[in-house]
């Protein structure tokens, strides 16, 4: 099998070239032959006409059989499947002479080949007149006229070979241009774009295509090398912490309660370490969709009562109020809900205002089930928004606010989590109030 475009498109044009040629070919013989046959049966029956109207047996055989017999034109009678008479000594067929219902036929008499066609005389319903014609003359003119069109054909298929080369080469010449820009794309150019007008309309697709995955490949790679410096960040402050402070301890000699304090200290941070790393693999688990999901039908408002009652006591220190309302049964991983509805709420509790009520909001309809929780705080700018739930993103960049205790990927796992379960997390945030809600499809619709 041709593994070149090229060579498959010059072998089509030239297949097709061949095909058409001899199509037009066996065409144009077939006219010919066709237009040989009236042409003989016409002026045979122009003759049948005037030895009709002369009455056959009565004066034609005596007064014009002579003429018949030194002219091109052959005459036979034929009676009672014999012949009776003929104007030269030329055998027809047996099977033509034998069978009244064929009227016309072409024969070879030794180097000779004869058209003749069978007439019926008027009131002689048993006589029948044959009249030929040879056609060597049509078939040399044939077989010369076939071997014109042979010779046309293969030169033609030629011409058309090397024309197909020369409209491929061409028009593959897009294709040369687009590959030569792909040649140019490299990681550290990824911002290289191609103009779609410039190429033909059947490759402007592939082009937008091709801009489209360039414009992916460098938000990814942006993100890879924020997600590097962040990830950096976030293993270095702990650490470089605990290595301070034991080289702090390491200085000189301490008591056992400074020893402790410090082991407690370290031990603080490797909490935070192993937090931050076991969430960085359920992410990565999820985007590779290798997380186990136990899907099961339960009441949503029970499972979120326990979550509300954990980050009361959270919220008791700035004097928070969570109410929960709203009732729906939803069908997921309890355990996953659990987690993702804890982080949206976990986050109201740190950025929300002392002394506020923080509102989670079940809302339920016949396709899907929405969590919202609501709180009221600084305004998230809108810049902010759409990058909330990426791996590490703060809307702070210096870290410095005192709300920023997490790692930065709460929310990254809690749409990572409303995905798999075929929803999504949409915020908002003006006038002080942020909402976060989180959207599953109900069963029925997942059926569907």
Not at 188 to 203: G, K
Not at 324 to 342: F, N, W
Not at 390 to 395: I, N, V
Request: proline content about 3%; charged content about 20%.
């Amino acid at each position: 099998m041709l593994k070149s475009l090229s060579s498959r498109l010059i072998i089509s044009f030239v297949t097709a070239s061949i095909l058409v040629l001899c199509a037009l070919s066996t065409v144009t013989l077939y006219s010919l032959k066709h237009h040989f046959f009236q042409q003989d049966k016409y002026n045979l029956d122009q003759k049948f006409q005037t030895i009709n109207t002369l009455k056959l047996q009565d004066d034609f055989i005596s007064k014009y059989g002579t003429i018949f017999e030194l002219g091109e034109t052959n005459l036979w009678l034929v009676k009672n499947d014999t012949v009776t008479y003929q104007t030269k000594p030329i055998e027809l067929p047996d099977d033509f002479i034998q069978n009244p219902e064929m009227k016309n036929v072409v024969w070879q008499n030794n180097e000779n080949h004869y058209r003749a066609f069978r007439y019926q005389v008027n009131d002689e319903p048993k006589l029948d007149l044959v009249l030929g014609i040879n056609i060597n003359h049509h078939l040399s003119f044939l077989k010369s006229f076939s071997n014109v069109l042979i010779l046309t054909t293969l030169l033609a298929s030629m011409i058309s070979g090397f024309l197909g080369w020369l409209i491929v080469k061409k028009g593959l010449l897009p294709l040369q241009k687009l590959k030569q820009h792909m040649r140019q794309t490299s990681t550290e150019r990824l911002n290289l774009r191609l103009e779609p007008t410039h190429f033909p309309t059947e490759l402007q697709q592939l082009v937008v295509v091709f801009n489209e995955m360039l414009s992916r490949l460098e938000n990814e790679f942006e993100r890879l090398s924020e997600f590097s410096s962040d990830i950096a960040h976030e293993l270095r402050t702990p650490i470089s912490n605990m290595m301070t402070q034991t080289q702090v301890m390491l200085a000189h000699p301490r008591s056992v309660a400074e020893y402790q304090d410090s082991l407690i200290s370290t031990t603080e941070e490797l909490n935070r370490l192993t937090k931050t790393i076991t969430d960085m693999l359920y992410l990565a688990k999820s985007e590779h969709n290798l997380l186990q999901i136990s899907n099961v039908d339960f009441q949503l408002d029970d499972l979120l009562e326990s979550v509300v009652e954990y980050y009361e006591l959270a919220g008791d220190e700035k004097g928070l109020l969570l109410e929960l309302t709203g009732k729906a049964v939803v069908h997921g991983d309890k355990d996953m809900l659990k987690r993702a509805i804890g982080n949206l709420i976990s986050n109201a509790v740190r950025h929300s205002d002392e002394n506020e009520k923080i509102k989670i909001q079940i809302l339920n309809n016949e396709s899907s089930t929405t969590v919202s929780v609501i709180n009221k705080g600084d305004t998230i700018p809108e810049s902010d928004l759409p990058h909330l739930f990426e791996r590490f993103y703060r809307a702070d960049k210096a870290r410095s606010h005192r709300a920023c205790a997490g790692a930065g990927l709460g929310l990254a796992i809690s749409r990572s989590i409303a995905k798999c379960h075929h929803g999504d997390i949409f915020v908002s945030s003006e006038n002080g109030y942020t909402c976060f809600s989180l959207t599953i499809p109900n069963r029925a619709t997942l059926n569907h």
